[in-house]
């Protein structure tokens, strides 16, 4: 029975070593401050090892990261939070894997904010893309050697060795809707969509989480299709108005933080 017991608290202290061994970085230094600069300059970056630096972002934009969602998944709370600009600067106490940025990021929202939210499925109105009757345009990727790239501007969509689907969500950012992919369409494509976008359809304030009048994007070309139009003729595809399941994250409460 001596020997049983020791054998037992062995495993106990070696799983307990174990779980203290993995325990996950944190972002362990970080400097939340107001943004007074009056313009409306945006920049945001986080390394691979996890260090942030961001100047003029609103918190609803880092809450896109944080839950990797476009902007009007995101509901609930006060209008401070996508309008209200801060400069945030935030050091994990070490070097982080990429799976564990997300996280770190929604734990110091959490506490500095003291953001409080959940997540639930509700029935919106959504885009459905589908192959247009005479027959998709796009052509099939290529090079297989490459990553693949995406590049997005005011009514510019480009994306070289990617699929329908991650196709499907960009339209989403610039249409402010949920897109679902029914094109039927597998593998890995290069898509080129041009469009004169119409107001909201700019990656504006609720889709991209920008500040009201914040906008790094090139102008569009003047005159041009419409974003419906463009889809069908330059890609064979078309977009239905529809109603669908989406989840989202629903602000319970938040807070403004203490400046440090």
Known sequence: MAVKAAVTLLITTL???AQSAVEPPKYEVASIKPNTDGDSHLAFRIEPSGPLA???ITLKRLMMTAYNVQGFRIVGGPDWVASRRWNVEARPDRAAAPNQIRPMLRAL???RFQLRSHSEERQLPVYELSVDRKGSKVQAAKDSETEGAVRVGAGLIQLTKNTAATFASQLSYALGRPVIDKTGLSGEFDFELEWTPEPG???G???SG???GASDQPASTPNGPSIFTA???QLGFRLKSARGPVEVIVI???RVPTAN
Request: proline residues 12%.
């Open 15 to 17: 799983t307990g070593y």
């Open 54 to 56: 961001a100047t003029g």
């Open 109 to 111: 929202l959490e506490d």
């Open 201 to 203: 359809e700019d990656g």
């Open 205 to 207: 304030p609720t889709t």
């Open 210 to 212: 920008l500040p009201p």
């Open 231 to 233: 889809v069908r003729e």
């Open 252 to 254: 319970d409460d938040v």
